[in-house]
């Protein structure tokens, strides 16, 4: 496998140098390849990508989510914890989300409903919320 070098610059970061030697192509990048091709730039709405050849969602819409897409969004965050499933709300704001709740933190993606797309991230305590549509979003 032949991998193409690129040269990037310095960049300053607060009081760090860091110095990027090269990008690696895509094949390198991705854990995956979809027909092909890189996989679309999927992010879980709290720093972090995943690798899934789904389409991206469009948050709000519901339809473009999944169960399979929610759990590859929590686990593509960072932080040991219990992991769940289960629906949130009630009524017509009502949603089924994956949870993962750590000893200080709780974070939920929603994958239907009107907050389909929206993760929420609680950190003052353990205590699960469900997103709103304030919240950050995930694709």
């Known amino acids: 496998m032949t991998r ?5 610059p310095f960049v300053l970061l ?7 030697l090269y990008a690696p192509s895509a094949a390198a990048q991705y854990s995956i390849l979809c027909g092909g091709n890189p996989p679309p730039p999927h992010v879980n709405g709290l720093g972090q990508v995943m690798n899934d050849c789904s389409p ?8 473009t ?6 759990t590859a969004a929590r ?22 989300c994956v949870a993962r709740q750590t000893a200080t933190a709780c974070a939920v993606w929603a994958y239907s409903g009107p907050v389909a797309g929206y993760v929420h991230l609680n ?3 353990s205590q699960c919320y469900a997103p709103t549509s304030t919240d950050p979003v995930w694709k």
């Open 123 to 125: 950190t003052a305590s």
């Open 56 to 63: 991206l969602g469009v948050p709000g819409n519901a339809s």
């Open 4 to 8: 193409r070098r690129t040269a990037l």
């Open 65 to 70: 989510y999944t169960l399979t897409l929610a």
């Open 75 to 96: 686990a593509a965050w960072p932080y040991a914890g219990t992991d769940s499933n289960g629906m949130m709300g009630t009524g017509p704001r009502a949603a089924y």
């Open 14 to 20: 607060g009081a760090a140098l860091v110095l990027a």
